[in-house]
């Protein structure tokens, strides 16, 4: 079946710090893929997206690029701030549904 | 953005008793909504796909009597935990794909807690 493997946190930064967070999956066929934030209290946003190998998702700095040899998407950001600090899930989509698939979540805190 | 909201967002019932969930697009219709389970610091786990006007489709380990899904209309979706027991406290979170965007957008989750 469908997973996704998710780094493990908390992962702690300094404000201005480079962010990675790393992804692989299994999935048959050419899944979706993409990345969640949710903020304390709320529920889950998209941050972005990539339907096709060779992809790049960005969004508010983040990025995120759909490595098929290596089924990966690692997250990306070159300077993280304060208002980052939230929990990263990495999903996939597939089936006739669609369902979403989520990794672990990383939990991730960014000092001023 | 597109809003989904869940009623309510927290509560607390006696075991054995039944307990309602709602889940709402607020601004769109959605055909296809999807509830999921979070327990602490784990993923998301789904435990149904609901089609309006169908029945809902649940994933393998999940008990279709216990947890009771309603999908009467484009913007409605109900998960109603029956016989609750205390394994079934958790973070009961839904969501709703846009049918015009194909994006999906989740609600706040619902925080159960069975005494």
Redesign the interface.
């Known amino acids: 079946g469908n997973s996704v493997t998710q780094m493990e946190g908390p992962v702690t930064l300094s404000e201005e710090a480079f962010l990675t967070i790393n992804c692989t999956y299994t999935a048959t066929g050419y899944p979706s893929l993409f990345w969640?934030v949710q903020y304390p209290?709320?529920?889950?946003?998209?941050l972005l997206k990539a339907t096709k190998a060779d992809d790049k998702g960005s969004n508010k700095g983040f990025e995120a690029t759909y490595r098929k040899e290596t089924t990966s998407f690692h997250l990306e950001k070159g300077s993280v701030q304060v208002s980052d600090s939230a929990v990263y899930?990495c999903a996939l989509e597939s089936g006739s549904?669609?369902?979403?698939?989520?990794?672990?979540?990383t939990q991730l805190t960014v000092l001023p | 953005g597109a809003v989904?909201s869940q009623h309510p967002s927290r509560v607390i019932c006696k075991s054995g008793t039944s307990v309602k969930i709602e889940c709402r697009s607020l601004d769109f219709q959605a055909t296809?909504m999807?509830w999921y389970r979070q327990f602490p610091?784990?993923?998301?786990m789904?435990m149904a796909?609901s089609?309006e006007g169908s029945k809902a489709?649940y994933e393998q380990g999940v008990e279709k009597d216990k947890f009771l899904i309603n999908h009467a209309s484009l913007t409605l979706s109900t998960l109603t935990v029956t016989s609750a027991h205390p394994e079934d406290s958790s973070f009961y979170?839904c969501?709703a794909?846009e049918t015009v965007t194909d994006?999906?957008?989740?609600?706040?989750?619902t925080r159960l807690t069975v005494l």
Do not use: D
């Open positions: 969640y209290g709320e529920g889950l946003q998209l899930f549904a669609r369902q979403l698939t989520f990794g672990s979540g | 989904v296809t999807f610091k784990q993923s998301l789904l796909t089609n489709t979170i969501s794909r994006t999906q957008y989740f609600g706040p989750g």
